[in-house]
């Protein structure tokens, strides 16, 4: 039986083309209760700003460290696409109950299930973090993560119709340039100045309510502001507020709109669009030479709820419509050159509590529900949410190769982890997982592989696990097992053979990179290279589930001629006689790298030092933080060899990816600054003199600085 529906089916606050008729009252908090939740979120990591007085006050000494990004973004190579096939690049703008949730912060907290972190990234170009704040900056765990795995992160400046002051966007200041008079706005620069600072990639210009006066000075305020954030970073025009000064929803490009698309270079439309608009607005972007591919058309995934009252949400296509059927308006957007904008994908969650992962797959992967499903929309789950297999997202989507031109790394974590007992009662308050967002690493496409007609399967799990530098037993979170059964074939004793396809890669095979695997297999495996000339095939030589093994080789294919060969895809091959029992493991891989064979040896250049525990903050703000710095000892040659290395280099923490963090032996799990922010309960737990260890590990996964250091709490 459905549930009846809830007030989020209803009353969701995704634009639609009403919404400005109604301006939602302000009931909520009041400005000096914000402002204290404010200060609360900035000790979580979180930077936003609810005021134009708050976003013209900010300067960068007032920003925290743990409120800042370390992780650059990958630059993704090409994909690698089928001949005459299309795809659509995919951006998201994710809108998850108002976001800022507590999971999302850099210090772990200790959750019962899962929470959306998305998990098809390499099939995302571009994540828009969106809340109803004035100005959203995406917190740094989404922003690491993002990047990691070459997504660009964009932030959102959002002007309804409840927001005051909104002449102040537009104030500028007259100066001399040349001989010419030249106008300055000092929000464009504050707003330029705060993605440089926090370190994502461009802004959403999101403008919901007409401004005060006529005459506007929007065009002029978009220029100068694309001009400051520079060619590295984008602006996405959304489609609202026209040139007359009105909120009306395009929904699509036409003359109303396209000075302010043009301008910014990118529009993401409103979602109640037709083929007609997609087919007009690919020629308006073209006659004002905006590139089609930054065209991306809104598809709303709420859309396909239904409900017994309120106005019904449409999306491309008209009926059913988003949710499961998403990829369907991917599709035609891919056929037809241009772009998509999923509105809402975290919908999986909140729409199925308790199974948004299996409600994810079904949305990007045309996976069924399960059985039993339920939700709050009118009529049964299963019919209000069809399967749809045949158009998927993945199916249309553009995939991207994984890691960078002639950079990969993984580790397989997953956003969240577990824990053992000691942690979960000092940390983690009992609970059986815990967050670690912006730990996510590099995750590949887990489709299942058949043999034999379908009467076998193997499959790829990622697992909720444990991946420590502090500890002696670590665990696989890859593992590749059977995951079914069949006995007539099993006791044949037939030769059982499969690939399974891990990632997407596109990277020169001259013999420049190398690949490194740490794994542990039962002997029946390869690893295998595919080559844009063939396919290579590397044994793993392990008899021991529990040995862990180091796999090496140069990445070039065995002919004797490689010239503009490319690596387009990693796999592992099964090759075993009979068959193992569902769920039993044939190999487990650990962590995963390839990088240039000239890349520095960083062992013994770098230390860390100096940690120390200090209270912070008063009254409702006081806190404990774990201190440390870094020194180095590079002479010239070595530092121009680490810029030419094409490793990832952090403006934050150097050739830092993260510290590992432990105190008085519990695993505090991963830091992506040079400080860390401990729970209360934690250090008052502490008693006497702790042993605190610090592993600080490059973007490759190596261990380059360790410190252990004798430490007591400072006296009160």
Known sequence: MAYLAGWKDILRPIRDGYRHFFPTPDTGPTPEEREKQRRLDQLKGF?????????VAWTEADSDPIQKANTPLLARPPPVGESGVQNANVLICHDYSGNYHDYESATAIGLDEEAYCCQYLQYVESFIYFSHKLVCVPPPSWINTLHRNGVKAFGTLLIEMQTRDTESLLRSTTRMENGQERKDFPLAKRLSDIASHYGFDGWLINIEKPFPQNNLELDPFLRQLKELIGVNKELIWYDALTKDNRISYQNGLNDKNIIFAATCGAVLTNYCWTEANASASKDVASKHSLPIDKVYFGVDVWAQNTVDFGLPRTTYPELKGGGTNTGIAVSKLAEMGLSAGVFGPAWSFEHFPGHGREAE?????????WDGATCSCRGEASFCHPTNMDEAITRSATQYPAGSERFFYT?????????DEREAQRLYDGKNMHSQLGSQSLLPNLAPARAYNGQTLIDAVVKIGRFSHLSENVEPLLSVRGASHNSDLASKDQIFERDLPLFKLNMPADGSLRLYISCDSLGCSSVYLKFSSGIKFVP???????KLITLECTVKPDQISYENVRLQELGVRVRSRGFRKPGDSFLNIYKISIV????????????????QIEKRGQDDTEHWRLLWTYTNTLGDDEKSALARSEIPYSKVTGPFSYFAMQIDGVDLGRAYALEHVLPNAFVESLEGGFKVVLIGVGFDGKEISRLEQECVLPLA
């Open 47 to 55: 930077t936003y700003f609810d005021t134009f007085d708050q976003l």
């Open 540 to 546: 793993i030589r392990g008899s021991d589930l529990q």
């Open 411 to 419: 580790d397989f974590s997953r956003a969240f982890a577990i824990h």
């Open 596 to 611: 240039p064979h000239s890349h520095p040896d960083l062992g013994q250049k770098y230390s860390i030092g100096n940690a």
């Open 361 to 369: 797959r079904a949305m990007w992967e045309g996976k069924a529900l």
